[in-house]
């Protein structure tokens, strides 16, 4: 089993920047891919971005490409997200997810283990 549990949303202005956090506990984080999707209200989920175990592999949503990034440290059994230019349009509900294996996947079926997910608004 793992947990997660996210934090570092809020409330910010169009232009501004949040950096969420998702802490991982139970088994070894370092063999588990991550990602990060949202969920608008009346919106299905939808992938934000995902990063394979060691790191080295990433991937994003064309949505976000250029403005979030994602990364890890596996010494803290931490995933981020890192969202500059946040637009209106972002405001969601972010989860962080975390798949067996070190591959990375853009599809949430491919997920075992999910956040309660933090609230993200942005104000135009």
């Known amino acids: 089993q793992v947990q997660l549990v996210e934090s570092g949303g809020g409330l910010v202005q169009a232009g501004g920047s949040l950096r969420l956090s998702c802490a991982a506990s139970g088994r070894t984080f370092t063999s588990y891919a991550a990602g990060w999707f949202r969920q608008a209200p009346g919106k299905e989920r939808e992938f934000v971005g995902t990063?394979?175990?060691?790191?080295?592999?990433?991937n994003y949503a064309d949505s976000v490409k250029g403005r979030f990034t994602i990364s890890r440290d596996n010494a803290k059994n931490t995933v981020y997200l890192q969202m500059n230019s946040l637009k209106p349009e972002d405001t969601a509900v972010y989860y962080c997810?975390?798949?067996?294996?070190?591959?990375?996947?853009?599809?949430?079926?491919?997920?075992?283990?999910w956040g309660q997910g933090t609230q993200v608004t942005v104000s135009s």
């Open positions: 990063i394979s175990s060691s790191g080295a592999g990433r």
């Open positions: 997810a975390a798949r067996r294996g070190g591959t990375y996947s853009t599809d949430s079926r491919f997920y075992d283990y």
